[in-house]
Protein backbone atom coordinates (compact mmCIF):
# COMPACT_ATOMS: atom_id res chain seq x y z
CA UNK A 1 0.00 0.00 0.00
CA UNK A 2 1.48 3.45 -0.98
CA UNK A 3 1.98 5.59 2.06
CA UNK A 4 0.28 9.12 1.87
CA UNK A 5 -2.58 10.67 2.53
CA UNK A 6 -5.93 10.24 1.62
CA UNK A 7 -9.30 12.35 0.83
CA UNK A 8 -12.75 11.26 1.04
CA UNK A 9 -15.88 13.16 -0.54
CA UNK A 10 -19.37 13.11 -0.08
CA UNK A 11 -20.96 14.91 -3.00
CA UNK A 12 -24.44 15.94 -2.47
CA UNK A 13 -26.56 19.01 -4.94
CA UNK A 14 -25.92 21.77 -2.62
CA UNK A 15 -22.52 20.91 0.07
CA UNK A 16 -19.43 18.77 -0.40
CA UNK A 17 -18.22 16.93 2.35
CA UNK A 18 -14.13 16.42 2.53
CA UNK A 19 -12.27 14.37 5.23
CA UNK A 20 -8.73 13.19 4.97
CA UNK A 21 -6.27 10.34 6.46
CA UNK A 22 -3.07 11.00 8.16
CA UNK A 23 -0.06 9.70 5.52
CA UNK A 24 -0.20 6.21 6.87
CA UNK A 25 -3.87 5.39 6.37
CA UNK A 26 -4.82 5.05 9.40
CA UNK A 27 -7.50 7.34 10.77
CA UNK A 28 -10.13 9.22 8.43
CA UNK A 29 -10.65 13.02 10.29
CA UNK A 30 -13.09 15.81 8.89
CA UNK A 31 -11.68 18.46 7.12
CA UNK A 32 -14.36 20.82 5.96
CA UNK A 33 -17.69 21.33 4.29
CA UNK A 34 -17.52 23.25 1.05
CA UNK A 35 -20.65 24.57 -0.78
CA UNK A 36 -21.46 23.02 -4.12
CA UNK A 37 -20.32 25.99 -6.69
CA UNK A 38 -21.82 24.71 -10.04
CA UNK A 39 -21.42 27.83 -12.34
CA UNK A 40 -18.10 28.89 -10.68
CA UNK A 41 -16.41 25.35 -9.85
CA UNK A 42 -14.84 27.27 -6.15
CA UNK A 43 -15.57 23.68 -4.54
CA UNK A 44 -13.78 22.05 -7.12
CA UNK A 45 -10.56 24.55 -7.03
CA UNK A 46 -10.67 24.44 -3.26
CA UNK A 47 -10.27 20.39 -3.77
CA UNK A 48 -7.53 20.85 -6.06
CA UNK A 49 -5.62 23.02 -3.48
CA UNK A 50 -6.20 20.61 -0.67
CA UNK A 51 -4.78 17.46 -2.86
CA UNK A 52 -1.64 19.29 -3.56
CA UNK A 53 -1.38 20.74 -0.16
CA UNK A 54 -1.76 17.44 1.22
CA UNK A 55 0.06 15.67 -1.45
CA UNK A 56 -2.31 13.21 -2.16
CA UNK A 57 -2.06 10.03 -3.24
CA UNK A 58 -6.11 8.97 -3.75
CA UNK A 59 -8.59 10.69 -3.57
CA UNK A 60 -12.12 8.34 -2.72
CA UNK A 61 -15.37 10.10 -4.26
CA UNK A 62 -18.45 8.29 -2.70
CA UNK A 63 -21.06 6.90 -5.40
CA UNK A 64 -24.53 6.47 -3.78
CA UNK A 65 -26.90 3.49 -5.17
CA UNK A 66 -30.27 2.54 -4.35
CA UNK A 67 -29.88 -0.16 -2.04
CA UNK A 68 -30.39 -2.76 -5.08
CA UNK A 69 -26.91 -1.68 -6.35
CA UNK A 70 -28.85 0.06 -9.06
CA UNK A 71 -28.13 3.70 -10.50
CA UNK A 72 -29.58 6.87 -10.06
CA UNK A 73 -29.22 10.79 -10.74
CA UNK A 74 -27.14 10.98 -7.31
CA UNK A 75 -24.85 8.14 -8.98
CA UNK A 76 -24.53 10.32 -12.01
CA UNK A 77 -23.69 12.91 -10.53
CA UNK A 78 -21.14 11.82 -8.10
CA UNK A 79 -19.64 10.27 -11.55
CA UNK A 80 -19.62 13.68 -13.00
CA UNK A 81 -17.65 15.31 -9.93
CA UNK A 82 -15.40 12.77 -10.12
CA UNK A 83 -14.48 13.03 -14.20
CA UNK A 84 -14.19 17.09 -13.21
CA UNK A 85 -11.90 16.78 -10.51
CA UNK A 86 -9.30 14.53 -11.86
CA UNK A 87 -9.67 16.51 -15.32
CA UNK A 88 -8.85 19.26 -13.12
CA UNK A 89 -6.18 17.51 -11.50
CA UNK A 90 -3.98 16.66 -14.23
CA UNK A 91 -4.69 19.95 -15.58
CA UNK A 92 -2.82 20.93 -12.48
CA UNK A 93 -0.17 17.80 -12.85
CA UNK A 94 -1.15 15.89 -10.04
CA UNK A 95 -0.68 12.40 -9.88
CA UNK A 96 -3.41 11.81 -7.23
CA UNK A 97 -6.02 8.74 -8.53
CA UNK A 98 -9.49 9.13 -8.24
CA UNK A 99 -11.89 6.85 -7.12
CA UNK A 100 -15.50 5.40 -6.92
CA UNK A 101 -16.18 3.84 -3.68
CA UNK A 102 -19.72 2.29 -2.60
CA UNK A 103 -21.18 4.70 -0.18
CA UNK A 104 -24.99 3.58 0.38
CA UNK A 105 -26.43 4.76 3.77
CA UNK A 106 -23.36 6.54 4.75
CA UNK A 107 -25.48 10.11 5.20
CA UNK A 108 -27.61 7.66 7.31
CA UNK A 109 -25.05 6.41 9.46
CA UNK A 110 -23.60 10.03 9.64
CA UNK A 111 -26.75 11.41 11.31
CA UNK A 112 -27.46 8.62 13.35
CA UNK A 113 -23.52 9.09 14.83
CA UNK A 114 -24.85 12.87 15.23
CA UNK A 115 -27.78 12.20 17.24
CA UNK A 116 -25.89 9.41 19.40
CA UNK A 117 -23.14 11.62 19.85
CA UNK A 118 -25.95 14.83 20.94
CA UNK A 119 -25.81 17.15 18.22
CA UNK A 120 -28.31 18.87 18.27
CA UNK A 121 -30.80 18.29 14.90
CA UNK A 122 -30.27 21.56 13.75
CA UNK A 123 -26.31 21.64 13.55
CA UNK A 124 -26.40 18.36 11.49
CA UNK A 125 -26.28 20.52 8.41
CA UNK A 126 -23.27 21.94 8.88
CA UNK A 127 -21.00 18.64 9.24
CA UNK A 128 -23.08 15.63 8.59
CA UNK A 129 -21.12 15.61 4.82
CA UNK A 130 -18.25 15.64 6.85
CA UNK A 131 -18.84 13.01 9.42
CA UNK A 132 -20.13 11.11 6.05
CA UNK A 133 -16.68 12.20 4.03
CA UNK A 134 -15.00 10.38 7.08
CA UNK A 135 -17.30 7.31 6.67
CA UNK A 136 -16.58 6.96 3.04
CA UNK A 137 -13.12 7.28 3.86
CA UNK A 138 -11.99 5.28 6.54
CA UNK A 139 -14.06 2.26 5.01
CA UNK A 140 -12.01 2.84 2.08
CA UNK A 141 -8.67 2.49 3.66
CA UNK A 142 -10.12 -0.19 5.69
CA UNK A 143 -10.69 -1.89 2.78
CA UNK A 144 -7.45 -1.16 1.14
CA UNK A 145 -5.08 -2.37 4.42
CA UNK A 146 -7.63 -5.51 4.50
CA UNK A 147 -7.82 -6.81 0.78
CA UNK A 148 -4.08 -5.47 0.27
CA UNK A 149 -5.28 -3.67 -3.21
CA UNK A 150 -6.93 -0.45 -4.19
CA UNK A 151 -10.51 -0.48 -3.89
CA UNK A 152 -13.69 0.74 -6.14
CA UNK A 153 -13.47 2.13 -9.42
CA UNK A 154 -10.58 4.33 -10.74
CA UNK A 155 -11.36 7.13 -13.26
CA UNK A 156 -10.35 7.16 -16.24
CA UNK A 157 -9.00 9.91 -18.33
CA UNK A 158 -9.73 9.58 -22.06
CA UNK A 159 -7.53 10.11 -25.35
CA UNK A 160 -9.46 13.22 -25.94
CA UNK A 161 -9.26 14.65 -22.36
CA UNK A 162 -12.64 13.98 -21.14
CA UNK A 163 -12.38 11.38 -18.27
CA UNK A 164 -14.77 8.03 -17.94
CA UNK A 165 -14.79 5.23 -15.88
CA UNK A 166 -14.07 1.72 -16.19
Known sequence: MTRGVRIGIDVGLARVGVAHSDPDALLASPWKTLKRDVKKNSDLRVLVQYVRDQQAVTVYVGLPRSMNGGETASTT????????????????????????????????????????????????????????????????????????????????????????QD
Not at 113 to 122: K, N, W
Open 77 to 164: MARDYAAELLARLQTEKLDAEVRLVDERLTTVSAHKSLHAAGVDGRQHRRVVDQVAAVAILQQAIDMEKSLQRDVGTAVESTRNGQTD
